[in-house]
């Protein structure tokens, strides 16, 4: 009956087995450790992946004109025009003659970043404000003009744009001006995450450069809501964190966190914790690969012990956190084995019994 007990379906080792393989040159050669207050600093919220948003954090200007941008020049001029169609006016008293009229010209900036007016030539524009385009507009009719002035706007925007794509209700490009948009403001002009912003990672892409966050871990105007710079790229990604619940538990199953952290006790009482009726409460394992410490290290496989039959166990599974990819196991109780044989051995005796007890 004993040796049977080896052959007996279970749901997974017991403590012993897994404290027995941790000894012996197991496959993965993973660490056995309890969970205590001197383990508990490795068991702390893990930090964000990859570069943090923060590293793209640059000033830089969203009002300068780009090749592509459609311009709209228009042209004030007294006494004798350049661009009006009739002539001037009679004077007026004070010396100044009224003005002949505006004049609307439209330009495209082009790929070596001049605009094209009549009589005027090629303009700079590229890298200038509207203002100082205006400017030059001007210096390039003295002479041509009596007191010409000049105001320049930008009618169609192809250079101070952004890019948000991805997760987002209503992805595409959006402009940027003089009020810097934050890395959070274009997600909501995009009509926010489809999903939890706890499941969301938001990535943001300068250049050859890139950076991300999970969405719930940037708050309105830190640090990690950096203001956009035109050529900018976002980027949301639905990327749910999950843990599996294994072993002696009601409800085997995996879960999602739905939260910016998740505890051990928390993830146990949402699988109804260690199974009353097969589980060994003193063994609650947290099976985890931790990351290397150097870029470029192996992870190795820890398993965290948690004796759930002493009341500090409590305390120290409040206070122990999840990370992605964590399993949860939840050893079966030493004496089922035992039990399950006696049942099989049960099963054969039992139409003896109630044979004798109908031919009695």
Same mark, same amino acid.
């Given at each position: 009956?004993?040796?049977?007990?080896?052959?007996?379906?279970?749901?997974?080792?017991?403590?012993?087995?897994?404290?027995?393989?941790?000894?012996?040159?197991?496959?993965?050669?993973?660490?056995?450790?309890?969970? /205590?207050?001197?383990?508990?600093?490795?068991?702390?919220?893990?930090?964000?992946?990859?570069?943090?948003?923060?590293?793209?954090?640059?000033?830089?200007?969203?009002?300068?004109?780009?090749?592509?941008?459609?311009?709209?020049?228009?042209?004030?001029?007294?006494?004798?025009?350049?661009?009006?169609?009739?002539?001037?006016?009679?004077?007026?008293?004070?010396?100044?003659?009224?003005?002949?009229?505006?004049?609307?010209?439209?330009?495209?900036?082009?790929?070596?970043?001049?605009?094209? !007016?009549?009589?005027?030539?090629?303009?700079?524009?590229?890298?200038?404000?509207?203002?100082?385009?205006?400017?030059?507009?001007?210096?390039?009719?003295?002479? !041509? /003009?009596? *007191?010409?002035?000049?105001?320049?706007?930008?009618?169609?925007?192809?250079?101070?744009?952004?890019?948000?794509?991805?997760?987002?209700?209503?992805?595409?490009?959006?402009?940027?001006?003089?009020?810097?948009?934050?890395?959070?403001?274009?997600?909501?002009? @995009?009509?926010?995450?489809?999903?939890?912003?706890?499941?969301?990672?938001?990535?943001?892409?300068?250049?050859?450069?890139?950076?991300?966050?999970?969405?719930?871990?940037?708050?309105?105007?830190?640090?990690?809501?950096?203001?956009?710079?035109?050529?900018?790229?976002?980027?949301?990604?639905?990327?749910? *964190?999950?843990?599996?619940?294994?072993?002696?538990?009601?409800?085997?199953?995996?879960?999602?966190?739905?939260?910016?952290?998740?505890?051990?006790?928390?993830?146990?009482? *949402?699988?109804?914790?260690? /199974?009353?009726?097969?589980?060994?409460?003193?063994?609650?394992?947290?099976?985890?690969?931790?990351?290397? @410490?150097?870029?470029?290290?192996?992870?190795?496989?820890?398993?965290?012990?948690?004796?759930?039959?002493?009341?500090?166990?409590?305390?120290?599974?409040?206070?122990?956190?999840?990370?992605?990819?964590?399993?949860?196991?939840?050893?079966?109780?030493?004496?089922?084995?035992?039990?399950?044989?006696?049942?099989?051995?049960?099963?054969?005796?039992?139409?003896?019994?109630?044979?004798?007890?109908?031919?009695?």
């Amino acid at each position: 009956m004993l040796a049977g007990c080896a052959s007996v379906p279970d749901v997974g080792p017991t403590a012993g087995r897994i404290a027995a393989d941790q000894r012996s040159r197991n496959a993965t050669g993973f660490t056995l450790t309890d969970v /205590s207050p001197a383990t508990l600093a490795e068991l702390v919220p893990p930090p964000p992946s990859g570069q943090p948003l923060t590293a793209l954090a640059a000033d830089g200007h969203t009002d300068l004109i780009g090749p592509g941008d459609v311009l709209a020049v228009d042209v004030y001029e007294v006494g004798v025009s350049l661009f009006a169609r009739s002539g001037a006016a009679a004077g007026t008293a004070g010396g100044f003659s009224p003005s002949a009229g505006a004049t609307a010209l439209t330009a495209t900036v082009d790929a070596e970043g001049y605009v094209s !007016l009549p009589y005027l030539g090629r303009i700079a524009a590229a890298g200038r404000t509207p203002a100082q385009v205006a400017r030059a507009v001007e210096g390039a009719m003295a002479g !041509l /003009s009596q *007191r010409p002035q000049a105001t320049v706007a930008v009618r169609a925007n192809a250079h101070n744009v952004a890019f948000v794509s991805g997760d987002v209700r209503q992805p595409g490009r959006q402009e940027l001006g003089l009020p810097r948009v934050r890395l959070l403001d274009a997600v909501a002009r @995009a009509g926010g995450p489809t999903a939890a912003p706890d499941d969301a990672l938001v990535r943001l892409t300068r250049g050859a450069r890139s950076a991300e966050a999970r969405l719930s871990d940037v708050a309105a105007g830190d640090a990690q809501d950096v203001a956009l710079l035109p050529g900018d790229r976002v980027e949301l990604v639905n990327r749910p *964190r999950t843990f599996l619940v294994l072993g002696a538990s009601d409800k085997v199953s995996q879960q999602p966190f739905g939260a910016a952290r998740v505890t051990l006790a928390e993830a146990l009482a *949402r699988t109804a914790g260690p /199974s009353e009726r097969v589980a060994d409460p003193a063994a609650v394992f947290l099976f985890r690969w931790v990351p290397p @410490a150097v870029p470029g290290g192996q992870p190795r496989p820890v398993a965290y012990r948690l004796n759930l039959k002493r009341a500090d166990g409590y305390f120290l599974a409040q206070r122990a956190y999840l990370a992605d990819r964590d399993l949860i196991y939840v050893a079966p109780a030493r004496v089922n084995a035992l039990g399950k044989v006696a049942a099989i051995v049960g099963q054969f005796f039992a139409p003896v019994a109630v044979a004798r007890g109908v031919t009695r």
